[in-house]
């Protein structure tokens, strides 16, 4: 099928996805994509006790609305169903120090992926020896820093690594625990951007080419590094157990080999993580309870065939944690009805915020859901795309919903399921400030990241100094 030539956006028409359906009252939430303690009454969207126009005339619009209850709720549900887990919080989703406090406070491990993510749970007190530090290609100044600071795992992903660990391992006089990340050659079932255990990609060493025995090899070899075991992720937005169950067999594969031609028994194993979350009706997640048993099974059946220990195992949950903790509130700017071929007309809802806080959608295609936030309206749904305030034409927030006809300026619109990567993608596109990160509970507000100022902006802009 040929794609349109404007791109994805205008490729469905006026009629929206299959999916979605006609809502029987707009002014109805739907649970499962909201945070717990979302509820409205009188049409006023209230989360964490806070009713949405309150929090927007203390704080302003648009603003990211994070729930703590949910947060921690989720936090405890992976804790509890993986007890036997070793769980990370994968802080790429969202983090800041208030929430990596949270991840602790819930006994859960914390896994980084920069020095600055490093920064961040250094500052809010974590306790190294419960953070794992991944990423790709991390600098010699990443790692001596990892390593003075007793990170408690250094995931590695290339052979250039492994002899840049082991060189700064030697001149600390440190021991650094290593885990390999390895690629499965599994595709999970996702954006293609976010797919990470195919081949064709920038993560790991391919257990298929040789490179992940090979790697083995190297760390057992390299002096100043102990090897923990093997490292797997898959991708992202995965809702069942199918994928975990293929790489699984194929890592744990590696794993008898190791033992039985280099006589090393590898005591752990990170199965990934990349558990979906219900962003709109068409997404149907596994609760984490349903996910440990099916995945712990998983491993022991294979460990069962192969002979082999079952090594202690860890996830990385991040957007399941977070992701339905946390909305977006906007402020409506403009309603433009737009004409479309055969008299079909497709109504644009412009909010005052867009792809600097919500990159998701125009990246990985992503759809979202909304509702109107400051009012109950009897009018009957039209369906809209709301749009965001930059200049792009892919500035879209969410491509397709049914909204009251009466929508208008002055209106505040939340969109949930925005706690994954909204934040932590942000950018300041045309200038704009990113928004703000409240944290709400018990009917009272906090804020976590402050709205960002115009003397934000300008303080990097050196021009005036030279």
Not at 44 to 55: I, S, Y
Not at 281 to 307: F, Y
Not at 316 to 339: L, N, S
Request: with cysteine; glycine share 10%.
């Amino acid at each position: 099928m040929r794609a349109h030539e404007a791109g994805w956006a205008h490729a469905e028409g006026p009629k929206g996805p299959s999916w979605l359906r006609l809502p029987a009252d707009t002014n109805e939430l739907v649970s499962h994509l909201w945070s717990t303690t979302a509820t409205k009454v009188d049409g006023v969207l209230e989360v964490g006790g806070v009713a949405l126009p309150d929090l927007v005339a203390e704080h302003g619009s648009p603003a990211y609305v994070l729930d703590e209850a949910d947060f921690r709720a989720r936090a405890g549900a992976f804790r509890d169903a993986f007890a036997a887990y070793d769980v990370f919080y994968a802080g790429k989703a969202f983090l800041s120090t208030t929430t990596a406090r949270w991840v602790a406070e819930e006994g859960l491990c914390l896994d980084v992926c920069s020095g600055g993510e490093l920064t961040v749970a250094e500052r809010a007190g974590f306790d190294m020896s419960r953070v794992g530090f991944h990423g790709n290609n991390k600098t010699v100044a990443e790692l001596r820093r990892a390593v003075r600071l007793g990170v408690g795992r250094v995931i590695v992903d290339s052979f250039s690594e492994i002899e840049r660990l082991a060189a700064v391992a030697t001149e600390l006089g440190a021991t650094a625990r290593v885990m390999i990340r390895v690629t499965a050659g599994v595709e999970a079932h996702t954006h293609e951007y976010i797919a990470t255990a195919h081949e064709d990609q920038k993560f790991g060493f391919s257990i298929t080419s040789g490179d992940a025995f090979a790697a083995v090899r190297q760390v057992q070899d390299a002096p100043g590094l102990e090897l923990l075991g093997l490292h797997s992720h898959i991708g992202s937005q995965i809702f069942d157990s199918s994928g975990f169950e293929v790489a699984a067999r194929r890592v744990l594969a590696l794993q008898a080999r190791v033992s039985e031609e280099l006589g090393v028994t590898l005591p752990e194993m990170d199965l990934g993580g990349g558990f979906g979350i219900a962003y709109t009706t068409q997404d149907d997640p596994s609760d984490p309870a349903q996910l440990a048993t099916e995945m712990t099974k998983i491993v022991e059946h294979e460990c069962r065939a192969l002979g082999i220990p079952e090594p202690h195992l860890s996830i990385e949950p991040g957007r399941a944690i977070v992701g339905p903790a946390m909305c977006t509130v906007y402020e409506v700017g403009t309603v433009k009805p737009v004409a479309l071929d055969g008299g079909a007309v497709r109504t644009y809802v412009s909010v005052d915020g867009g792809m600097s806080d919500n990159i998701r959608t125009a990246l990985y295609d992503a759809d979202y859901s909304c509702t109107l936030a400051s009012r109950s309206s009897e009018a009957p749904p039209v369906l809209a795309r709301v749009v965001g305030k930059h200049c792009e034409a892919g500035d879209i927030v969410v491509k397709d919903e049914f909204l009251p006809a009466d929508v208008a300026p002055g209106d505040l619109l939340a969109v949930p399921g925005t706690g994954a990567y909204c934040r932590s993608m942000a950018s300041n596109y045309n200038h704009a400030l990113r928004p703000p990160v409240i944290a709400v509970r018990d009917g009272a507000t906090r804020v976590v990241v402050r709205r960002e100022t115009e003397d934000d902006l300008l303080a990097t802009d050196v021009g005036d100094e030279q």
